[in-house]
């Protein structure tokens, strides 16, 4: 795959346990790219099909000039080139933070590594943690560090399925600037799942708008947020007035 990538490009069709998706959208292969719906409207699906984890969704992924799946072709996870960050971290507990962090990175190539590790680890405030067994840290904490050992993988693309959800509400304020500064560490494209019109706010640049595996709105947050922000729901706290 080329160092430039132009766009992501996503066209995608299944039935899934509740209803059928098909999706189509192109975003720009850069900034924060936020896949917004309520809870089962198939955004975490989407995500998972991008990461080659989901096979039930069939269609087209090429992110820049590299087609990851076709009608002929579907490359495993191992082969996208993609870092993932779950709801819980799934760090390994059998290594201390360094260990975690150092986990993908040393796996990477030299040739391929387009990250700095001292910038990861004091942009992600890393450093006072690196000896700390993964036990002893809090949920932001390890939240925190399963960021920084996804990029530090360097990936091509960062997909985050709603990395706030599990956290209460200071460790989520916590840890937003922390998410707020991983495009420049990375300087690649990142896809975040979220259902909070308060995170699409904070993080997205743009927004691809799910309601039962189709696409409502797609476009810049400034394009989108008018619809999200009329959206009569009862959502529950966020991360305004937690």
Sequence with gaps: MSDVLSNISIALQGKLDAFQVDVQFTVPAHGVTTLFGSSGSGKSSVLRAISGLETRLAGEIKVGQEIWQNERLHLPTHQRSVGLVFQEPSLFSHLDVRGNLEFGWKRTPVSERRVDRDEVIEKLGLAPLLSRRVGLLSGGEKQRVALGRAVLASPRLLL?????????????????????????????????????????????????FLERGKVQRCGTLLEVLPALQALDWNLEQTLVNS
């Design 160 to 208: 985050l399925d709603e990395p706030l959800s599990s956290l209460d509400g200071p460790s989520r304020r916590e840890i937003l600037p922390y998410l707020q500064a991983l495009p420049s560490i990375l300087k690649g494209p990142i896809l975040y799942v979220s259902h909070s019109v308060a995170e699409v706010k904070w993080i997205s640049d743009q927004v691809v």
